[in-house]
């Protein structure tokens, strides 16, 4: 095994630390508190991404380092496209069309690995919710039955911090949220991300803000131009999945998702 400095990660987590590991690959070394179960669920959905023909790191195996879980991944060379986008605003237009060309591509692999399927996801996470009323959970329970499924590729967190780019390359990483569902799913995850990060306090800057919101509508837009047709379905997942994102606590957006929730038709 390769020795490790605990003390000096190349990047710090909310529930991991990464480490070089050799010239090829990296650690991603959990704090303990995270369960066992997850880091072999994270393992298992990296070797189905990666499988399944997009472009993503591949897993090796899963090893112990003082009492902590770790996974030793594919290093992949380049930056994330969030920190090349604060350095360089007036890309705006060209890093929106990248990742959603990126988005796209991912979308037209099939998932015929044993994965969770994006609507039971999302139901158990609307099913759970006390903060909505029950006539409310009601109608998005019903909206999300009548939304066709699919098998495609779906990240469930695809934002610009999990785009990294070198050159003409580009690797997603992050796909512990990954599932089997209908892509226009996971484009309403991504837009209620990028809008929920200007209505919270993500980016306090009103400048930076007003990029953002650029970056969203040329993303769509162009996503749109390269799997056209489905804008109205697309709007139909919005609410749905602004609801479901409640379950995940964060208190500052709360009353934005709620709001968004509450448009169900």
Known sequence: MNKIELDKPIARGRTADVYDWDGGHILKLFHTWFPHEDVEYESKIARAVHASGVKSPAVRELIQVEGRDGLIYERVAGESMLA?????????????RIFATRHAQMHESIFEANVPR???RLHDRI???NVLPASLKNSLLDALRSQPEADRVCHGDFHP???LIDGNNAHVIDWIDASRGNPLADVARTSIILRGA???RQIPNTFLKLFVKSFHSIYLDHYFRLRPG?????RRWLPIVA???LDEGIQELEPWLMEQAGKIV
């Open 243 to 245: 609801a479901a994102r």
């Open 118 to 120: 994006l609507h039971g």
């Open 161 to 163: 911090a999990n785009l």
């Open 230 to 234: 489905g804008e109205e379905e697309y």
């Open 198 to 200: 200007i209505e919270g």
């Open 127 to 129: 099913q759970r919710l």
């Open 84 to 96: 090349m986008f604060r350095r360089r605003l007036w890309m705006v237009f060209r890093y929106a």
